[in-house]
């Protein structure tokens, strides 16, 4: 860790953690008493969220458009673990007094005042397929094409990430993330855990609007973990592959037909690992089929039989952003890594007597 912190002194300033290694044991029980808000809760990975968390002793506030099945869930999750703090709300993501009133809800709900983790989990794949299919654009008054899978799954994404930095920082007896924190001692956190896709970095056929909506997620991410830091939160982000969700069409069921796609059971087992370790800073998860793989000797994955060798279902992605990216943006990052590391503070206080400076003649020309 301090290794890489020294070489790449990004790394070091966005406050991001070592990569992560899987498979790895998850030691949920940390979770016990934290106040987690999920959007697009009663189903999927969402539901999957909340009977993993909830059975660890968590705070669950979920969300969901779909209000029979919330409350029935809620019903089911707190008589199978006993535990009462399991709490369901109407909320329609693309609604920002929705979304308002969830998190207002949250708080009043939470034993300490406050919340500790937020998903933003709430997704819909494209059904209407009209953006790739125009019809009747000829006419008069043309209709626009059906946005509702960008209105929720990106539009959405922004509210309750914008909800979740104003409320994260205010959660009390919480201290600003770190990756040297010490889970032990730590009673409250302050994380956002993003939901993207396979979607969010491979094209996906006939899903243009789902895919521009989970690479915009995929961006969204990139660029929190450079900066979101400032509010003292930790960012992360899951990507599954296609897993048996309500979110898998038909059409894709079909296309996949005779193909391998990953559970919902290892998407929750990803979001675990990074809930429950607060000393996970800035990382993302591809989660896919479990497969026996390993390293040839250029460092690619090659398929095994090998029974030694251990099923492997979630792999990191864009774990080298601040290091080693693709060329342009490694010779980019690596010379912003160089020079930060050779001005050091000297040229950090120089910048910062110019943006001073900068900022006095702003406001004596305005007097």
Same mark, same amino acid.
């Given at each position: 860790?301090?290794?890489?912190?020294?070489?790449?002194?990004?790394?070091?300033?966005?406050?991001?953690?070592?990569?992560?290694?899987?498979?790895?044991?998850?030691?949920?029980?940390?979770?016990?008493?934290?106040?987690?808000?999920?959007?697009?809760?009663?189903?999927?990975?969402?539901?999957?969220?909340?009977?993993?968390?909830?059975?660890?002793?968590?705070?669950?506030?979920?969300?969901?458009?779909?209000?029979?099945?919330?409350?029935?869930?809620?019903?089911?999750?707190?008589?199978?673990?006993?535990?009462?703090?399991?709490?369901?709300?109407?909320?329609?993501?693309?609604?920002?007094?929705?979304?308002?009133?969830?998190?207002?809800?949250?708080?009043?709900?939470?034993?300490?005042?406050?919340?500790?983790?937020?998903?933003?989990?709430?997704?819909?794949?494209?059904?209407?397929?009209?953006?790739?299919?125009?019809?009747?654009?000829?006419?008069?008054?043309?209709?626009?094409?059906?946005?509702?899978?960008?209105?929720?799954?990106?539009?959405?994404?922004?509210?309750?990430?914008?909800?979740?930095?104003?409320?994260?920082?205010?959660?009390?007896?919480?201290?600003?993330?770190?990756?040297?924190?010490?889970?032990?001692?730590?009673?409250?956190?302050?994380?956002?855990?993003?939901?993207?896709?396979?979607?969010?970095?491979?094209?996906?056929?006939?899903?243009?609007?789902?895919?521009?909506?989970?690479?915009?997620?995929?961006?969204?991410?990139?660029?929190?973990?450079?900066?979101?830091?400032?509010?003292?939160?930790?960012?992360?982000?899951?990507?599954?592959?296609?897993?048996?969700?309500? +979110?898998?069409?038909?059409?894709? !069921? $079909?296309?996949?037909?005779?193909?391998? /796609? =990953?559970?919902?059971? %290892?998407?929750?087992? *990803?979001?675990?690992?990074?809930?429950?370790?607060?000393?996970?800073?800035?990382?993302?998860?591809?989660?896919?089929?479990?497969?026996?793989?390993?390293?040839?000797?250029?460092?690619?994955?090659?398929?095994?039989?090998?029974?030694?060798?251990?099923?492997?279902?979630?792999?990191?992605?864009?774990?080298?952003?601040?290091?080693?990216?693709?060329?342009?943006?490694?010779? +980019?990052?690596?010379?912003?890594? !160089? $020079?930060?590391?050779?001005?050091?503070? /000297? =040229?950090?206080?120089? %910048?910062?007597?110019? *943006?001073?400076?900068?900022?006095?003649?702003?406001?004596?020309?305005?007097?």
């Amino acid at each position: 860790m301090a290794d890489i912190r020294g070489r790449y002194p990004i790394v070091a300033k966005v406050n991001q953690s070592p990569p992560l290694k899987f498979p790895g044991t998850v030691d949920d029980s940390w979770l016990k008493d934290k106040v987690i808000v999920i959007t697009g809760g009663a189903s999927g990975f969402g539901e999957g969220f909340v009977r993993r968390w909830a059975s660890r002793g968590a705070i669950i506030i979920f969300g969901d458009i779909n209000v029979a099945r919330g409350i029935k869930l809620a019903k089911q999750v707190r008589e199978a673990t006993k535990n009462k703090n399991i709490h369901f709300l109407h909320c329609d993501v693309t609604s920002w007094p929705s979304q308002v009133e969830l998190f207002k809800e949250a708080i009043k709900l939470s034993p300490h005042g406050g919340i500790d983790a937020v998903v933003a989990n709430a997704g819909i794949a494209d059904t209407k397929l009209e953006l790739e299919n125009p019809q009747n654009l000829d006419a008069d008054a043309p209709p626009p094409p059906n946005l509702d899978c960008l209105n929720v799954d990106l539009i959405g994404v922004i509210y309750t990430t914008h909800l979740a930095i104003f409320y994260l920082p205010r959660n009390p007896g919480s201290s600003p993330a770190s990756p040297l924190a010490s889970p032990a001692p730590m009673l409250r956190d302050r994380h956002l855990l993003l939901i993207g896709s396979a979607a969010s970095f491979s094209p996906i056929p006939s899903q243009a609007l789902y895919g521009a909506s989970k690479h915009a997620v995929m961006g969204l991410y990139r660029c929190l973990r450079s900066s979101i830091f400032v509010h003292g939160i930790r960012t992360n982000l899951l990507c599954p592959y296609f897993v048996g969700t309500p +979110l898998l069409t038909t059409q894709a !069921r $079909a296309i996949l037909a005779g193909a391998a /796609i =990953g559970t919902i059971e %290892d998407v929750v087992e *990803a979001g675990s690992r990074f809930m429950a370790d607060p000393k996970i800073v800035g990382r993302a998860a591809c989660i896919g089929p479990k497969l026996r793989v390993e390293e040839d000797d250029n460092g690619e994955y090659v398929l095994t039989q090998k029974y030694e060798v251990a099923p492997k279902a979630i792999w990191e992605i864009y774990a080298d952003d601040f290091e080693d990216t693709d060329v342009f943006q490694r010779r +980019l990052v690596g010379v912003l890594n !160089r $020079a930060l590391e050779f001005r050091g503070w /000297i =040229g950090w206080g120089s %910048d910062m007597m110019g *943006a001073v400076g900068h900022g006095l003649k702003g406001l004596w020309r305005g007097s």
